[in-house]
């Protein structure tokens, strides 16, 4: 039996027990609420009211689109539920579980939530089995908390611990802050320890929006672990918004790792704004690592904007080291909208490596816009540590661009660039034809960039096609001795 037809079997089932239900007397969803009215109560339908709703149920569920079948039966639940809710729920009982169940479940609380909360409640507790179904008390205890925050409180002891506590602990202190910060504070802080840290950090992440060195200091007295590193980021985030100097003296304070990064970073952004100089202070404060040497990326951002020349000029005065190595990369980039300037710049640079690094950078950089360009500039520098990367990056958008062009460069390439510039096409090549490759590669005048580039497609034949790869090579023109070195990888 397929799946539409057993899902449509269980709604008819459903249906059933539902006819059956109606047809002796029945009482709608009781209101134990106080303040509900017995006139709100959703009214008995009997069945001859319910064949519209039963029959766009049973035609929703046979419908073989996912999406259009989630919208249909969506859409006739609905309808079922606001005729008569014990028809709806008896409907809900029988669904397979899985989207169109979670769809129908949470329609049901939705709309019980408002009429009667402790029935909703408890059927939620009843129903409710899945982290993704836990939502749902998001959403119930916003709408507690807006009508009444002590209520809601009251109304925890009826959640169970996990995901669904969670949730509804978050709606209700955030609600609860927005309308009443001191007392929302002081409900959480008196929590058992195993609410008080997402009441807490929900309750701050509010309070952030308005006043984050209030938050900055509650957190450390009142959270610890992943939800302390949470709201200090937050917090610092509002904060840099408004004082970027006073969030830049608290960064150094924050423990090593994500979370300092990535406010130093902001921090260093909004600094570099209004004063270099200030966000050049704030980075020296850092310890050294990938915190400061990413945030001396923004400043150089920013910098670059309105002062290129000074922006270069402090890179260029940095102590040779890795952080200055990484800086003239990154500014490299930056400038290379103007590659002469750029070479002329990076070609000054007094350390060997912070030069070779720019020139790689600019190389890609340029090859972006006008590849051709870039691949003849970096094919005339010396074999080196800048120049191979320089070459081959460049080279890589070029074949990506006009394969034919590169082809013809690269043949035409003088035996110390040749065999490097060769072996780093050939893969790419291959990738699309690997027997042209492979025929263009043998033509090559230059012994090792012919023996480079047949290895280096051949390779790659091989890890997409071995079969078609092997024989290829079982009758290929080449030397024994080469074929069997060829054999060695797939050998493997």
Do not use: C
Not at 35 to 57: C, G, K, M, N
Not at 333 to 361: D, H, I, K
């Amino acid at each position: 039996m397929n799946r539409r037809r057993f899902f449509a079997l269980l709604i008819a089932a459903a249906l059933g027990a539902v006819a059956t239900l109606l047809l002796r007397p029945s009482a709608p969803f009781a209101a134990s609420s106080p303040s509900v009215s017995p006139s709100r109560s959703i009214a008995v339908v009997r069945p001859a009211d319910l064949t519209a709703e039963h029959a766009a149920l049973v035609a929703a569920s046979q419908l073989a689109d996912p999406r259009g079948r989630a919208r249909a039966l969506g859409q006739a639940f609905q309808a079922l539920l606001e005729r008569d809710a014990e028809a709806a729920l008896l409907a809900l009982r029988a669904l397979p579980r899985g989207a169109d169940y979670d769809t129908a479940l949470f329609l049901l609380l939705e709309a019980l939530h408002r009429r009667d909360p402790d029935r909703a409640l408890a059927l939620a507790r009843e129903l409710v089995t899945t982290r993704e179904q836990a939502a749902i008390y998001n959403v119930l205890f916003d709408t507690f908390a807006r009508e009444n925050p002590a209520t809601a409180s009251a109304r925890l002891a009826l959640v169970p611990a996990g995901p669904a506590r969670e949730n509804a602990l978050r709606a209700l202190a955030g609600v609860w802050l927005r309308a009443d910060a001191p007392a929302a504070l002081a409900w959480a802080q008196q929590l058992p320890s195993a609410d008080r840290a997402p009441a807490l950090e929900s309750a701050l992440h509010e309070l952030a929006r308005t006043e984050p060195l209030q938050v900055i200091e509650l957190a450390h007295i009142s959270l610890t672990g992943p939800a302390l590193e949470r709201t200090l980021f937050l917090a610092l985030q509002k904060l840099t918004l408004t004082d970027p100097a006073a969030a830049a003296g608290l960064v150094p304070l924050l423990p090593a790792g994500d979370t300092q990064t990535r406010v130093a970073l902001d921090v260093a952004r909004a600094l570099a704004v209004k004063n270099p100089a200030a966000a050049l202070d704030f980075i020296a404060q850092l310890p050294s690592g990938s915190a400061s040497t990413l945030a001396l990326n923004n400043v150089l951002v920013s910098w670059v904007a309105t002062a290129p020349a000074a922006a270069a000029q402090y890179v260029a005065a940095l102590p040779p080291s890795p952080a200055q190595d990484a800086a003239a990369a990154h500014l490299a980039g930056l400038l290379a909208r103007e590659p002469a300037n750029a070479l002329a710049w990076a070609q000054s640079l007094s350390a060997a490596t912070a030069r070779e690094a720019a020139l790689v950078t600019i190389a890609s950089a340029w090859a972006q816009a006008d590849p051709a360009a870039a691949t003849r500039w970096a094919s005339t520098q010396v074999v080196g540590a800048a120049a191979t990367p320089a070459l081959t990056g460049a080279l890589s958008y070029w074949t990506l661009a006009d394969a034919a062009a590169a082809r013809d460069f690269v043949a035409s390439l003088p035996a110390a660039t040749q065999t490097v510039a060769a072996a780093s096409i050939a893969p790419q090549l291959a990738q699309r034809d690997p027997a042209a490759t492979l025929a263009w590669a043998q033509t090559l005048a230059v012994p090792a960039a012919r023996e480079a580039a047949v290895a280096a497609a051949y390779a790659r034949w091989f890890d997409n096609a071995p079969a078609a790869a092997r024989t290829w090579l079982d009758a290929a023109n080449l030397p024994n001795e080469f074929k069997n070195r060829l054999r060695l990888p797939a050998a493997r």
